[in-house]
């Protein structure tokens, strides 16, 4: 059966598990598009991120609701919430914390830094040195953190979403492969349609300062419990051997391309199945289809590649690179 294109059941005739996870999917939605008008692709790859257990890099230039379209969707999960604003002179310490001596007891307490929650907003990210970068590394791989050699976890629903600002390169520092590594996606936020921008000022045109969550009423949809029990059931979703072939056959595509001087790791495909099974809940469907991975090949690879020098001389992207990959790589039916 040729199942290249097909498509999902409406959340109304899915079955139980996956309406659960749909009506998830349509809650959250209302309750953004209160605040957040448009961004829907931008929504939808945060549900993904959110349903793999992933985190996402948001990039995209000023005022195009980065920072407020994370806000919002963490405050449709009944999730603790941290923001931490990267600054230059932010150190690993400020991060993830450290330990102060009490003079009162005479030993070290652990002070927790804004790293030990469930929802971790990292706002404008290359703005930090890479020194402070890197503390965020075990966190993302591991969900834990070591503090003067003792290993601490956290949360089992441990996500950060991450911005940063592709325009402005005075006092940025890029993000090592290593840290964009451990980004389930990256997405670009693009500016909205004249359409959109004109609902934009009707719903935010009142004041300058970056809109109240508190005013527009959001309330939680799912908790941490829910959350892992749906968590449990987008792994479980079928993945066929034909289409895992044409996710690795996709990703050693970009180990063998000219205009690439590194290609993705064997990290990255399993991350594009995760994703890919996330992708196919969301749309009702208990198996992973090719466009499933299509869908969702460039935000998960586009921050993985490493362009060669004389390719990006010629104005190659990485986006075109990877386009070339999915036009080339035949798609199983």
Not at 65 to 93: E, V, Y
Not at 113 to 132: H, M, Q, S, V, Y
Not at 210 to 219: A, D, K, N, T
Not at 245 to 252: A, E, F, K, P
């Amino acid at each position: 059966m040729d199942t290249t294109g097909t498509e999902a059941p409406t959340a109304a005739t899915a079955p139980g598990p996956l309406s659960s996870i749909s009506a998830l999917a349509t809650a959250m939605k209302a309750q953004i598009g209160r605040v957040v008008v448009g961004q829907d692709g931008v929504v939808e790859a945060l549900l993904v991120a959110l349903l793999s257990e992933g985190h996402i890099l948001l990039e995209g230039p000023p005022g195009t609701a980065k920072t407020l379209l994370a806000r919002a969707f963490a405050a449709t999960l009944g999730l603790s919430f941290n923001r931490i604003q990267f600054t230059p002179d932010l150190m690993p310490g400020d991060v993830i914390g450290t330990n102060l001596f009490n003079f009162q007891t005479s030993q070290f307490t652990l002070t927790k830094g804004p790293i030990f929650t469930d929802f971790l907003l990292a706002d404008e990210i290359n703005r930090t040195p890479p020194k402070t970068q890197s503390a965020l590394l075990q966190a993302m791989q591991e969900r834990t953190v070591t503090i003067d050699g003792k290993t601490y976890p956290l949360s089992s629903g441990f996500m950060v979403v991450a911005t940063q600002n592709p325009i402005e390169q005075e006092g940025t520092y890029p993000l090592p492969e290593a840290q964009l590594d451990r980004f389930l996606l990256k997405v670009v936020v693009p500016f909205p349609s004249r359409g959109e921008e004109r609902a934009i000022v009707r719903l935010h045109g009142n004041r300058t300062a970056m809109p109240r969550l508190e005013r527009f009423g959001l309330e939680p949809v799912a908790d941490l419990g829910a959350l892992a029990e749906i968590r449990d059931q987008v792994a479980q979703l079928a993945l066929s051997d034909e289409v895992a072939d044409y996710i690795v056959d996709l990703v050693r595509a970009t180990r063998d391309h000219s205009s690439l001087l590194h290609g993705a790791s064997p990290r990255a495909a399993s991350m594009l199945a995760t994703a890919s099974r996330a992708r196919a809940a969301l749309r009702g469907r208990p198996y992973v289809v090719p466009d499933d991975v299509k869908e969702l090949f460039l935000p998960a690879m586009q921050h993985r590649v490493i362009l060669a020098p004389g390719a990006e001389v010629e104005g190659v992207t990485a986006k075109g690179v990877l386009d070339q990959i999915i036009a080339r790589v035949p798609a199983p039916r």
